[in-house]
């Protein structure tokens, strides 16, 4: 007698056995890919989830059991697939409810398979074979059940209770590290299936509900933030504007897709990479040490930061958990002295909902594809060249009836996987590294480099840049930190002069160009997005008492307090980043003014890093507690990681 028939004989359907082992094992090669470990107790719960769905499966007799499990090995194989090719790029674990809409994200079809790799072929490589024999299995007669029913009940069951225990009492722990200790599996249904809503309250929350009730009750509110931060209004800095010396002028904020400051003064064979943005640092105030802390909003997550110096929520992108809200920002500061406040981007105003943001955040108007058009398309929208000219040309017609002006303008050329443009680049690159993705990163920066140089003389040259205070700033990371090449990173030590370290990968420049006959400085103090809006306040005189704001004027000396957007996985002071790991063996540590790893006996977790979850879930209280806009509607239009509903576009400046 086979060892087949034996096995049916005792109740276990070999077909099963085989589908469940092949499934466990994938979920172990998942869990290595993304996590660098196969095993844990989060193996254990994902095991118990095969199981759970094989063994009932089996329940259902042979033929019927065996078309159910071949679907679940699909299923679970198109989960393990997309969860490790998203967790390779973001560093974050997607939901199954972004899973399931990543189709939305037609436009991002080119990036993911950037990110596929032959080793992720193991994931479906058994698919065809498993669906064949279950389609081929003929109905039985008299459906035979497998005794493998009453495991599958038992681990189902005990797989729900770790499921429900996996969901995060703190809607800000780090997805990666919640995935590591309670399973994929558990995981993902955790957050299927957990509270619609993040957990709000704890300190401070009754204050901020106040106050985004009564802007009145803002002062109490920042006394409250002011504490877990502990900014103070400290000494002004050297060689910077005095306070509301810039009151009347203009203000254009250039958001950089993928700038990171290490670019700044690198070099390849002796090339600059950035040799205008370098010249503007020439002339300007330079805050290198600023870091990223956008969440699940990408790109958008950066502009809400800057515009409203609050953190983007847990779970979701700002433009979708606030599209209805009313929110307190820097365009509205500047409507209550007179200013026209429009944002530029190429784009569709539809992709990451901006359609909805942007009333949200006060902008009277904005220019996406509609006013920049369809030539020089470069993937995602026209080219930084297309945007930089006809936003130079709306703005002069501002300049030229002396109305004054905040202009937000969103780069786009340089994104992920930097195909679309690092063929127009200047700098030559080493044959050894051009087919590689930092040599791509670094082309397409170039590219942007050149149009942000004409964008400048464009500006000088029309007597505008004397009346405007410029900012240049990077929304995120370009170059990933985990799983490069050998050749990307020999091509990094080369711009970097050094190992590339994960805090160069939330390093991102910040440079603030003044009129005047202010001296161009470098302030060496960490900041972070959060810190924009409140610094151009400073700059311009703007009232922000009745504003709560998480972030400080980057011209004052105090404490810096940082964190990330959607979780409490990373802290900044002035002493040191702090980046908690999957284990506390793996707790990284970087001096945040040069980014290099700080190793020794001493470190150790900083003493306000508990109040990190405090500051975020205040801040997502405050948001979420804001009034909406009487014009607001239920429309959301494209997001990439998350659901989408039908978007109706709101009115847009027609083209020229």
């Known amino acids: 007698m086979t060892l087949l028939r034996r096995l049916e004989r005792h109740g276990i359907d070999p077909f099963g056995c085989a589908v469940g082992a092949l499934l466990a094992m994938k979920l172990l090669f ?32 042979r033929s019927r059991g065996r078309k159910i499990a071949a679907v679940v090995s699909l299923l679970f194989s198109l989960i393990a697939l997309s969860t490790v090719v998203y967790a390779s790029y973001f560093d974050q674990m997607p939901t199954l409810r972004m899973l399931a809409s990543i189709r939305e994200g037609g436009e991002l079809v080119v990036g993911v398979i950037d990110l596929l790799s032959w080793w992720h072929v193991l994931l479906v490589i058994d698919l065809p074979v498993i669906l064949f024999v279950a389609i081929r299995t003929k109905r039985d007669a008299e459906p035979r059940r497998f005794r493998l029913g009453l495991l599958g009940t038992n681990a189902l069951v005990a797989f729900t209770a770790l499921a429900v225990a996996a969901y995060p009492t703190d809607s800000r722990s780090d997805s990666m590290t919640s995935s590591y200790r309670h399973g994929i599996m558990a995981f993902e249904l955790s957050t299927l299936v957990g509270r619609d809503g993040p957990e709000l309250g704890g300190f401070g929350a009754n204050v901020a509900v106040a ?42 904020i250039i958001q950089a897709e993928s700038l990171q400051s290490g670019l700044v003064g690198a070099r390849i064979n002796g090339q600059p990479i950035v040799p205008n943005l370098e010249r503007l640092i020439d002339e300007s105030i330079f805050f290198p040490n600023t870091y990223s802390q956008i969440g699940r909003g990408n790109t958008a997550d950066a502009e809400f930061i800057a515009n409203t110096s609050l953190y983007p929520p847990s779970g979701e992108p700002a433009s979708v958990a606030y599209a209805r809200k009313q929110i307190p920002s820097l365009p509205r500061l500047f409507e209550k002295q007179g ?59 501002y300049h030229e009836q002396h109305k004054k002006f905040y202009a937000q303008v969103v780069t ?61 700033y990077g929304d995120h990371f370009g170059m990933r930190f985990k799983k490069a090449t050998r050749a990307d ?38 900041l972070g997005q959060i810190d924009i809006m409140p610094t151009m306040a400073d700059l311009f005189g703007l009232d922000l008492s009745s504003t709560p704001h998480f972030g400080r004027s980057g011209f004052v000396k105090t404490k810096t307090v940082l964190a990330k957007g959607n979780c409490s996985s990373l802290y900044i002071d002035d002493d040191m980043m702090f980046v908690t790991g999957l284990t506390s063996a793996e707790n990284l540590f970087y001096d945040p003014h040069t980014q290099r790893r700080m190793t020794g006996s001493r470190l150790s977790r900083p003493a306000h ?48």
């Open 30 to 61: 998942a869990r290595y890919l993304i996590f660098g470990h196969w095993l844990g107790f989060g193996a254990f719960t994902d095991i118990l989830a095969v199981l759970a769905v094989i063994g009932l499966s089996a329940s259902a007799g």
């Open 211 to 252: 106050a985004a009730k009564s802007p009145g009750a803002a002062d109490h509110l920042q006394r409250q933030i002011d504490q877990l931060t502990g900014h103070t209004d400290g000494p002004r800095l050297p060689d910077v504007p005095a306070a509301g010396s810039m009151r009347g002028k203009n203000l254009i």
């Open 339 to 397: 200013y026209e406040a429009d944002t530029f981007h190429t784009n569709d105003a539809q992709f990451w909902n901006r359609f909805q943001l942007y009333p949200a955040l006060g902008f009277d108007r904005y220019f996406d594809r509609a006013y920049f058009g369809t030539s020089d398309l470069t993937g995602f929208g026209a080219s930084d060249g297309v945007l930089f000219y006809k936003t130079w040309e709306k703005l002069l017609v």
């Open 412 to 472: 786009l050329s340089a994104h992920y996987p930097f195909g679309a443009v690092c063929g127009r680049g200047q700098i030559e690159m080493p044959p050894e590294f051009a087919n590689t993705a930092t040599a791509r990163y670094l082309e397409s920066q170039n590219y942007f480099d050149q149009q942000l140089g004409a964008f400048v003389d464009f500006l000088r040259a029309s007597g505008m840049l004397d009346d405007t205070v410029l900012v240049v």
């Open 489 to 526: 990173g020999q091509l990094r030590r080369m711009v970097f002069g050094r190992r590339y370290t994960q805090a160069d990968y939330f390093n991102i420049p910040l440079v603030i160009r003044v009129p005047g006959d202010t001296p161009p400085s470098r302030q060496e103090a960490p």
């Open 609 to 656: 890093f508990e109040n990190v979850a405090d500051i975020l879930r205040l801040s997502e209280t405050y948001g979420r507690s804001l009034p909406e806009r009487p014009s607001a509607t239920d429309d959301i239009g494209v997001i990439p990681n998350a659901k989408k509903a039908s978007g109706v576009k709101a009115p847009v400046e027609p083209s020229d």
